[in-house]
């Protein structure tokens, strides 16, 4: 069953602010002066570049690496948003990493880890330098309208531990938003039919505290109570023996309100769309089958006062075809099933260049985005494709309203 905008509970609003200033994005709802005084030290925390274990005056903000990507969360995630950047040829920016698995699925890289980590402290050498490039893929609609889309390919160069064993799946992965993670973090586990996970672009990582630990651990090199090892490949003994900044590196206090920064951030409200354009756009939506799984709304528990969310997503993890799946290092397709993207502050991105969108940032658009749904939304994209350049835009409108 589609879900039309009116379906969309009252309260799924509230989350929904206006973001004045880009720079310090409000909470979805009001906070106590406890509440208020956490969520400050949240964003300090947020904002704070790490120092390598033993700096002077580091205090309680020592342990980074000793390899890692990136020194803060915001480095990736400004201001709670996603990777702000244009997905240029050339090293890959800090706002992408390049996640690591056996052909399992799960199994880390045993030299390199979860994740290839391009930077590292005085010392010690990154493991490696990642490039990428595109060759472009053009096509027409059935009208005649051309289009093209990026294929992305990725070179490893001065891979420190040697080369990655040729069955190691790379999987390029670009700095989501933030913005309602904790209120996607509160949709029962009923609503999206006990799927894997709700964060992760493949939606597998349980909750957000997990997701947190592990960008902590694997991103930055801090260890915390959430995940208490750096992300050091088994044969890396350089790294498993490099000095510690405390067990845990993150403390319990600064973790926790770090996460209640993420908990409550709102999501950006767009500028609304005159009512004829919302309508006919959101019935283009659901004609075309985009709302079997970019949902209207989720229900949420445990939190006063809010019965609903209306993020866009299944929270379910969906086959979106061999275009867009991960790929081993010998070129071996990897079947890949994608958590269905929340829609919510797409409008905020979009208005606010540089963006790329899609998990490794090949899209260079809205449409770019909507052309590459295969597999299972293969039908949503025909649809799309075959209606009038009129009703492409009018639907474009509309997504870039959310």
């Known amino acids: 069953m589609l879900l039309a905008l009116a379906a969309v509970p009252a309260s799924a609003a509230q989350v929904l602010r206006p973001f004045d200033d ?3 994005p409000p909470t979805w709802r009001p906070l106590t002066d406890a509440e208020q005084a956490l969520h400050e030290l949240g964003l300090t925390v947020f904002n704070t570049s790490w120092r390598p274990a033993g700096a002077a005056r580091a205090e309680r903000i020592d342990g980074l690496g000793p390899v890692f990507n990136a020194a803060s969360c915001d480095a990736c995630h400004n201001n709670g948003a996603r990777a702000r950047t244009a997905v240029e040829p050339g090293l890959i920016p800090v706002s992408m990493v390049v996640q690591l698995s056996g052909p399992d699925g799960k199994a880390a890289d045993p030299s390199y880890g979860h994740v290839l980590n391009t930077a590292a402290i005085d010392g010690f ?89 592990q960008a902590f651990a694997q991103d930055m090199g801090l260890t915390s109570a959430d995940l208490a090892q750096d992300d050091c490949g088994a044969a890396d003994a350089l790294c ?24 409550l951030l709102a999501v950006p409200a767009s ?31 445990g939190i006063e006062g809010l019965s609903g969310i209306a993020p866009y997503t299944d929270l379910r993890r969906h086959d979106l075809g061999p275009g867009l ?11 890949s099933r994608w958590r269905t993207a929340p829609l919510w502050g797409l409008g905020y991105a979009v208005r606010r260049p540089p963006y790329a969108l899609l998990h490794d940032g090949r899209a ?29 835009q009018s639907l474009l409108d509309w997504l870039s309203a959310r």
């Not at 093209?148 to 040729?166: A, H, K, M, N, Q």
């Not at 500028?271 to 709304?297: D, M, Q, T, V, Y």
């Open 325 to 335: 799946a991960d790929r081993s290092v010998s070129g071996e397709i990897q079947r």
């Open 364 to 392: 260079r658009s809205i449409e770019e985005a909507v052309l590459w749904h295969d597999g299972e939304a293969a039908s949503a994209r025909r649809r799309f494709e075959r209606s009038s350049a009129k009703e492409r």
């Open 240 to 263: 498993r023996a490099a000095e510690s900044g405390g067990e845990p590196e993150v403390s319990n206090e600064l973790l926790a309100a770090v996460m209640a920064y993420q908990r």
């Open 125 to 213: 050498q990154p493991e490696a330098q990642i490039r990428l490039s595109h060759v472009e893929r053009p096509g027409r609609y059935p009208d005649g309208r051309p289009w093209s889309l990026r294929v992305p390919t990725y070179r490893f160069d001065e891979l420190r531990l040697g080369p990655l064993r040729s069955d190691t799946v790379i999987k390029p992965r670009l700095a989501p938003a933030l913005f309602g993670s904790g209120l996607l973090d509160a949709v029962p586990a009923a609503a999206d039919d006990g799927a894997a996970g709700r964060f992760g672009w493949q939606g597998n990582v349980s909750s957000l505290a997990a997701q947190t630990g």
């Open 271 to 301: 500028p609304p769309l005159e009512r004829p354009l919302e309508k006919a756009g959101l019935a283009l939506f659901e004609r075309h089958g985009c709302a079997s799984c970019h949902r209207s709304n989720l229900p949420v528990s």
């Open 22 to 24: 880009p720079r310090d």
